[in-house]
């Protein structure tokens, strides 16, 4: 159960674009088309961004969006805002119908 | 409003129990899976346990398997986390979060509510 790995960080100014890569394995990123991303401030509960994949939940700005090619899922965030700044963690099932997050990437607005 | 509450942490010796509860509010606790979340200070989420919508279908990492049992009292609308041998390692924020869409064990679709936490700290 290794966690999925993800940049330590990344950074980009207002009205830019990120992405995010979280590689895995085929045993999970690459087996299954269960990816979910979170947003997590420090303090407050983590906030589901996407889920399989590429579907965003009612309410999340279209400014959120995800893909996945083999084993490494992408998450991009579009037209970067302040409130952005924030940790992200992918997460997908696995083989064993267990889960595993990814490593965190802390995303700085500059 | 959905809502779900942890409680039950709290400073416990090395070796030591702990139950930890999550109460929840404002949906139909028994049709949905439920899911423990840690997270160690400075570290970034862990998966823990998860559970099915009526407790038949439980699964843990690794590193609690044999330590800790998930359980839920669907009248209650309660989840709990019943935490025994802990570890200096286990001390954390946990989480409990609710799964968007009820198909696990079989399907993965993201937890779409999640709790304020509870803070476990092992220690002597």
């Known amino acids: 159960q290794s966690a999925l790995t993800q940049p330590a960080s990344l950074s980009g100014s207002p009205g830019q674009s990120i992405t995010i890569s979280c590689t895995g394995t085929s045993s999970d990123v690459g087996a299954y088309n269960y990816v979910s991303w979170y947003q997590h401030h420090p303090g407050k509960a983590p906030k589901l961004m996407i889920y399989d994949v590429s579907n965003r939940p009612s309410g999340v700005s279209n400014r959120f969006s995800g893909s996945k090619s083999g084993n490494t899922a992408s998450l991009t965030i579009s037209g970067l805002q302040a409130e952005d700044e924030a940790d992200y963690y992918c997460?997908?099932?696995?083989?064993?119908?267990?889960?595993?997050f990814g490593t965190g990437t802390r995303v700085t607005v500059l | 409003e959905v809502q779900l509450l942890e409680s039950g942490g709290g400073l416990v010796q090395p070796g030591g129990s702990l139950r930890l509860s999550c109460a929840a509010s404002g949906f139909s606790f028994n049709t949905y899976a439920m899911t423990w979340v840690l997270q160690a200070p400075g570290k970034g989420l862990e998966w823990v346990s998860s559970i099915n919508v009526n407790g038949g279908a439980t699964y843990y990492a690794d590193s609690v398997k044999g330590r800790f049992t998930i359980s839920r009292d669907n009248s209650k609308n309660t989840l709990y986390l019943q935490m025994n041998s802990l570890r200096a390692e286990d001390t954390a924020l946990y989480y409990c979060a609710k799964h968007h869409v009820s198909s696990w064990p079989h399907q993965y679709h993201g937890m779409d509510v999640w709790g304020q936490g509870t803070t476990v700290t092992v220690s002597s």
């Open positions: 997460s997908s099932y696995t083989a064993s119908n267990t889960l595993v």
